[in-house]
């Protein structure tokens, strides 16, 4: 086999396997695709504002004095907070109140953006999956039909388009489903690091 054709065969063979898992590998392809762009994205999102975030005395100090942090400066969650509260603040003290809690409440909504679309494509990953199993079954019963149970080539085109189908959908749901815990729970964590962020610099107002 020469070099070109050990280089397509792994192609072919994919190739082949969606063929063989029939219609649904279509939307479980573009259900999976969809998926793991959002986690990639939520994934890099939550890193970023994890990252060496700003002390709440640091916080509070350019909230004192009304300095913005440093533009590109990482200073985490807790430096968004601050860089947003500062924006919009109004140098009354209860109207800078709510702002502030306004500012936590947005940016809490805002980590746990799009984990729920995650969790709903990962569930529908197993259901496209079943969906094929009756697809390929019902093709299976229309050849035994036609051809009685002595065709096992024919047989096997329904058989394989219900196990693949099952099997893909399985394959998309299970890691999905897991990456949706993983970034909850690391959502869940900033945003109570953000709401005692919150009430640390309401007490300095």
């Given amino acids: 086999m020469t070099l070109p054709e050990q280089l397509l065969a792994p192609c072919q063979q994919l190739a082949d396997y969606l063929r063989a898992g029939g219609i649904v590998m279509l939307p479980l392809i573009a259900v999976s695709v969809l998926m793991w762009l959002l986690i990639v994205e939520r994934a890099l999102f939550i890193r970023r504002l994890q990252r060496r975030s700003m002390s709440f005395e640091d916080a509070g100090e350019h909230l004192r004095s009304g300095r913005l942090p440093r533009s590109g400066a990482s200073g985490g969650i807790t430096g968004l907070l601050v860089q947003r509260f500062l924006t919009a603040r ?3 003290t209860e109207v800078d109140r709510y702002i502030l809690d306004e ?7 805002s980590l746990s953006a799009r984990l729920p679309v ?4 990962a569930a529908i990953a197993p259901l496209l999956g ?3 199993t009756v697809l390929g079954m019902i093709a299976t019963f229309e050849v035994m039909a036609i051809f009685g149970t ?11 388009e219900a196990l693949i189908s099952t099997q893909t959908g399985l394959l998309v749901a299970i890691p999905g489903l897991y990456m949706k815990g993983f970034l909850d729970r690391r959502a ?9 962020a919150g009430l640390y610099l309401r007490r300095q107002l």
């Fill in 103 to 109: 500012t936590v409440t947005t940016l809490q909504r």
């Fill in 150 to 160: 002595g065709n096992a080539r024919a047989m096997a085109g329904g058989i394989s």
């Fill in 90 to 92: 109004s140098g009354r």
């Fill in 188 to 196: 869940g964590n900033l945003a109570k690091h953000l709401g005692a």
């Fill in 130 to 132: 079943l969906l094929g």
């Fill in 118 to 121: 995650i969790g709903v494509l």
